[in-house]
């Protein structure tokens, strides 16, 4: 069974950072791409940033660029979203996303994804 459970959300000051991790089961990294989207309240999902199932591409949205940071440990099967710098703005639930086959040539999109986790709370507030 396929599965992807993210943890490391939770409440942190603007300017803070959070790290996400994305631990996936049932597959391998090397055959599926891997993405991270979010949600704030009232507003629509919007992906947030991807690496490829080689780990060579990553794309970011603009509004993340030079703040957020998306990894992969294939060895640990886990996808990581370093986010530094967070403003009010980044909060909202974060999920993971995986697309079979996933190159990341550009920024995520929801309907290519196949599977999902569950998500997880960021909030930033002081």
């Known amino acids: 069974q396929l599965q992807l459970v993210e943890s490391g959300g939770g409440l942190v000051e603007p300017e803070g950072s959070l790290r996400l991790s994305c631990a996936v089961s049932?597959?391998?990294?090397?055959?599926?791409?891997i993405a991270w989207f979010r949600q704030a309240p009232g507003k629509e999902r919007e992906g947030v940033a991807c690496i490829s199932r080689s780990g060579f591409n990553t794309n970011y949205a603009d509004s993340v660029k030079g703040r957020f940071t998306i990894s992969s440990d294939n060895a640990k099967n886990t996808v990581y979203l370093q986010m530094n710098s967070l403003k009010s703005e980044d909060t909202g639930v974060y999920y993971c996303?995986?697309?079979?086959?996933?190159?990341?040539?550009?920024?995520?999109?929801?309907?290519?994804?196949?599977?999902w986790g569950k998500g997880i709370l960021v909030t930033v507030s002081s």
């Open positions: 049932g597959f391998t990294l090397d055959s599926y791409g």
């Open positions: 996303a995986a697309e079979y086959q996933g190159n990341c040539f550009h920024n995520p999109n929801y309907y290519n994804m196949d599977y």
